[in-house]
């Protein structure tokens, strides 16, 4: 953990995200067939573990052998290891076997569970998503809040086979009715990463885009990326797309002058001055701010004689 982050493990991602996943959130990881979904988690999962954290790994579709057996075959051997030892739970379920998902699933990994804030997975959530048509979305708020009071959770969802567009220009009805169902959990998830394989064989044959990352700085490109056995997953960001999410130190001044001036208005004027600390500490712009600052300060100086 770093700075309350919860690290990926993902090589070349924590930097266009803030450090990386904030604690006790949900956060999704979409995308279609053959993009590395499973890498992802387990390459999650790992990266916990060689630390010395705990982690559940709730699988729908693999058995313990298959996921060693994954594991090996990318260079991860060691995984077998932390299972015997304890620190690495991996529950094989039926989705078919859950009458209640809201509250089977839940009290399956409480149960599950051991050590402070482990890392959870789950792969996939289909099962939990088309489940309940009535109340698919308090079901499935239900999860994720109680997810929150265990750990920090990742959760794989898996695009639907045309894709979301394809919903949303007329696609036949079987494919409405599921991507309205994945939107659900992507729009209760603190963060959703969108990985994509558009199998051109080229530096952009495999991007992965941050959709969102609710409370933190995070890159708004599109990273290409690949799978390296031993690795896993490794983005190749530029140093100029890191620089984008990075706070700017250089105008300083001009927020110092701008706190100054805050001050000299009174008690608002002091709340808007904290306001401006704030954004001086996560200022990521090349341009400078002064035009805004200067802006803001005259509005609410307009709004605080107005109001006297």
Same mark, same amino acid.
């Given at each position: 953990m770093k700075n309350g982050r919860i690290l990926t493990g993902i090589y070349g991602l924590d930097d266009l995200m803030d450090g990386g996943f904030r604690k006790n959130t949900i956060n999704s990881i979409y995308g279609g067939?053959?993009?590395?979904?499973?890498? %992802?988690?387990? @390459?999650?999962?790992l %990266?916990?573990?060689?630390?010395?954290?705990?982690?559940?790994?709730?699988?729908?579709e693999m058995s313990e052998q298959q996921i060693i057996r994954d594991c090996t075959d990318i260079g991860w051997g060691i995984i077998k290891d932390y299972i015997e030892e304890g620190d690495l739970k991996i529950l094989h379920i039926f989705g078919e076997d859950l009458e209640f998902p809201s509250l089977d699933i839940t009290e399956i990994i409480k149960k599950s569970i051991s050590g402070h804030n482990p890392r959870i997975v789950i792969d996939p959530f289909t099962y939990p998503t088309f489940y309940s048509?009535?109340?698919?979305?308090?079901?499935?708020?239900?999860?994720? @809040? *109680?997810?929150?009071?265990f750990g920090t959770t990742l959760v794989v969802l898996e695009e639907p086979a045309d894709g979301v567009a394809s919903a949303n220009f007329g696609g036949s009805a079987e494919i409405q009715s599921n991507t309205k169902a994945l939107s659900m959990p992507l729009y209760l998830s603190d963060t959703v990463l969108f990985l994509q394989n558009l199998g051109f064989g080229e530096m952009?044959?495999?991007?992965?885009?941050?959709?969102?990352?609710?409370?933190?700085?995070?890159?708004?490109?599109?990273? +290409?990326?690949?799978?390296?056995?031993?690795?896993? !997953?490794?983005?190749?960001?530029?140093?100029? @797309? !890191? *620089?984008?999410?990075? +706070?700017?130190?250089? %105008? #300083?001044?001009?927020?110092? @002058?701008?706190?100054?001036?805050?001050?000299?208005?009174?008690?608002?004027g002091e709340k808007l001055a904290t306001r401006i600390e704030i954004l001086r500490k996560n200022w990521v712009h090349d341009d400078d701010p002064q035009q805004i600052l200067e802006m803001v300060i005259k509005q609410e100086k307009k709004?605080? #004689?107005n109001k006297t």
């Open positions: 067939p053959g993009v590395g979904k499973t890498t %992802f988690a387990l @390459q999650y999962s %990266f916990g573990l060689d630390r010395g954290e705990k982690v559940l790994y709730v699988s729908f048509d009535k109340e698919k979305r308090k079901s499935i708020s239900t999860i994720f @809040q *109680d997810l929150r009071t952009y044959d495999r991007t992965i885009r941050i959709m969102k990352h609710r409370g933190s700085k995070h890159g708004e490109g599109i990273y +290409p990326y690949s799978i390296e056995t031993g690795l896993g !997953i490794v983005l190749r960001a530029s140093k100029k @797309q !890191i *620089d984008r999410v990075i +706070p700017k130190t250089k %105008f #300083d001044d001009r927020f110092v @002058q701008a706190v100054e001036k805050s001050r000299s208005m009174g008690e608002l709004n605080n #004689d």
